[in-house]
């Protein structure tokens, strides 16, 4: 099966900015690919979509605002990666980053996730929002979600995405 693609467009003050795609590596990390997926549709009463990133830091990462563990197989190699956020082990929850450089200092810490398919120009852009201590000057939400292609572990997203393509048509 294949890996799932998400999408997030991103705003910035109101005005629309671009997307960003992201492979989820639901073959290596199956709950926290299932997670996101989860939380990118709201399926868990909440979700990502109107959620802002509070921190960004040039060179280093986003952070979303605030999921059992899993395994740190994969690492943070390069810009691009997504990485999930926690206070310890088996404290994954809905906060996760966008790495932008290496960041190997984070491996065996940060269940890495997935990794940005499309719309790297976007976060290099986005960067310019954000300060050295990570607070941004203005405010960058997710304005809207969706799936490529590919299936969700458990096809947790899959009737979404018809749904808002068929809405998107008519």
């Known amino acids: 099966m294949a890996n799932p693609v998400m999408f997030f467009n991103i705003a910035a003050n109101g005005e629309p900015v671009g997307h960003i795609a992201f492979e989820l590596f639901a073959d ?35 952070y979303s605002e605030k999921s059992a563990g899993e395994n740190f197989v994969l690492k943070h190699t390069s810009a691009g990666i997504l990485s999930m956020a926690n206070t310890g082990p088996n404290t994954n929850g809905s906060q996760f980053f966008i790495c932008t450089a290496k960041t190997d200092w984070l491996d065996r810490k940060h ?42 572990p458990r096809n947790l997203c899959i009737w979404i995405y018809i749904w808002i393509f068929i809405t998107l048509h008519l």
Not at 33 to 48: M, P, R, T, V
Not at 116 to 143: C, D, H, L, W, Y
């Open 28 to 62: 290596r990390v199956p709950k926290t690919a299932e997670n996101f997926c989860a939380l990118s549709a709201g399926q868990k009463g909440f979700g990502y979509k109107g959620s802002c990133f509070h921190r960004i830091i040039p060179w280093f990462m986003w």
């Open 111 to 152: 269940v890495v996730f997935g990794q940005v398919k499309e719309g790297m120009n976007i976060v290099e852009a986005m960067e310019r929002f954000g300060s050295r201590n990570g607070k941004t000057s203005k405010k960058i939400p997710i304005s809207d979600w969706g799936q490529l292609w590919g299936l969700s």
